[in-house]
């Protein structure tokens, strides 16, 4: 899910800084906010996610989280490079897994209000939240067959086929091609499109304060079972991408994308 890199490191306190989270009237607000960046993950960023997940599985106030990237161009464009290069890429991938399935398993409806590009680890958390809407130039994918030479956990790529379907999965992650928010909102993929993101959402979040929060917990308790016995990851999918990511292919993606050169991938 790697799409970004930056270079140095940022403090711990700056770090800190890339989350912001508003609380009140029964929903929390996550602002995904280094628009210097393209709003992408770092390792920091996904550990205050872990713990804001972890608090809100046991919140029975909270009715709705929401997410969001700041600045307007993005809700996230995929994740720091440099974090994979300094630790096993596997194994941050599994962690990285670990927060997805939390995330969709709260018990609060979750909602990712897209503004922008949405790729790589971006549409990973995306669709891993039960409703999204977005503006007209959003758009959606996992181009890394052109960008970097990884691969995805099969359990992700299985949640984004739930999601936008096989066909527009496969057109993403095999043309490496962007999909735009009116395809997404054909498919089902988008619960609106709207130039008017804010009025939107808080619309939605009026209808979901009024819900039935029995009602909400038990239906998500059902689609929740549901897709984690369809989607889960197959037999061997840590080796598989063991192989990927020390193989040349990866390799010469950093290298080219660190460059602000065109991979010459060989398989």
């Known amino acids: 899910m790697t799409e970004s890199s930056e270079q140095g490191q940022s403090s711990s306190e700056q770090d800190r800084q890339d989350i912001r989270v508003e609380r009140g009237d029964g929903v929390v607000e996550v602002t995904f906010d280094r628009p210097h960046r393209h709003n992408a993950f770092t390792r920091d960023m996904y550990a205050q996610m872990r713990e804001l997940c ?11 989280l929401v997410l969001r990237g700041a600045g307007g161009r993005a809700f996230a464009a995929g994740n ?22 939390s995330l969709f398993a709260l018990p609060q409806v979750t909602v990712a209000a897209v503004d922008g590009v949405c790729v790589g680890g971006g549409l990973a958390v995306a669709t891993h939240c039960d409703l999204r809407i977005a503006t007209p130039g959003s758009r959606f994918g996992y181009p890394i067959a052109r960008t970097l030479g990884n691969a ?11 999601v936008f379907g ?19 909102h054909a498919v089902g993929a988008l619960m609106s499109v709207t130039d008017d993101l804010d009025a939107e959402l808080e619309r939605l ?9 029995v009602t909400i917990r038990a239906t998500k308790g059902q689609l929740l079972d549901r897709a984690r016995r369809l989607e889960a990851s ?29 991979p010459a991938f060989r398989g």
């Open 54 to 64: 972890a608090e809100l599985a046991q919140d029975r106030d909270t009715r709705v």
């Open 80 to 101: 720091e490079i440099s974090d994979f290069l300094e630790q096993d890429a596997v194994a941050y991938e599994d962690w990285i897994r670990e927060l997805l399935e």
């Open 152 to 162: 995805l956990a099969g359990s992700i790529v299985y949640r984004c086929a739930s």
């Open 166 to 184: 096989e066909s527009l999965t496969r057109e993403m992650l095999l043309a490496s091609r962007l999909v735009d928010a009116p395809r997404a």
């Open 205 to 213: 979040l009026d209808g979901l304060r009024a819900a039935s929060p």
């Open 234 to 262: 197959p037999a061997g999918d840590a080796d598989l991408l063991r192989e990927v990511y020390t193989g040349a292919d990866f390799a010469e993606g950093v290298r080219a994308f660190l460059a602000k050169e065109k």
